[in-house]
């Protein structure tokens, strides 16, 4: 199954909530994200039939192995994206909102060059 830029979004979701709690349930992806349960409920059933999340008998939500792969992948690459906005002068909060929207879209490779740029740069402070 090919993910989509939303269901990304819900597995990074799902990682960042899991650093936070153990028990992590619909209502608390729709609580982060802002978004209404019947499109937290569809979204998390597509992950579920994707193999990216499991979902047990009380309802709480884990990431399987490939959706904890997807969902690290997505949250390096938007706090590198947001440091190096930031590193260029970007208010924190543009910033963020910018690597959310590019994260999805820039391709390995550039991210990549993008990485080490900001790793080299780091190692320079």
Same mark, same amino acid.
């Given at each position: 199954?090919?993910?989509?830029?939303?269901?990304?979004?819900?597995?990074?979701?799902?990682?960042?909530?899991?650093?936070?709690?153990?028990?992590?349930?619909?209502? #608390?992806?729709?609580?982060?994200? &802002?978004?209404? @349960?019947?499109?937290? !409920?569809?979204?998390?059933?597509?992950?579920?039939?994707?193999?990216?999340?499991?979902?047990?008998?009380?309802?709480?939500?884990?990431?399987?192995?490939?959706?904890?792969?997807?969902?690290?992948?997505?949250?390096?690459?938007?706090?590198?994206?947001? #440091?190096?906005?930031?590193?260029? &002068?970007?208010? @924190?909060?543009?910033? !963020?909102?910018?690597?959310?929207?590019?994260?999805?879209?820039?391709?390995?490779?550039?991210?990549?060059?993008?990485?080490?740029?900001?790793?080299?740069?780091?190692?320079?402070?």
């Amino acid at each position: 199954m090919h993910l989509q830029e939303s269901g990304e979004m819900y597995l990074e979701t799902v990682y960042i909530l899991s650093k936070k709690s153990e028990s992590i349930r619909s209502i #608390d992806i729709c609580e982060y994200m &802002g978004y209404s @349960k019947p499109s937290v !409920s569809r979204a998390v059933g597509l992950l579920k039939n994707g193999g990216y999340v499991t979902v047990d008998e009380k309802g709480y939500i884990t990431l399987t192995n490939e959706g904890k792969s997807v969902a690290e992948k997505m949250f390096e690459r938007h706090t590198m994206l947001t #440091d190096f906005l930031v590193k260029l &002068g970007v208010d @924190k909060d543009i910033a !963020s909102e910018d690597a959310c929207k590019i994260e999805h879209h820039i391709s390995e490779e550039s991210f990549e060059a993008i990485k080490r740029h900001v790793n080299a740069f780091k190692s320079e402070e």
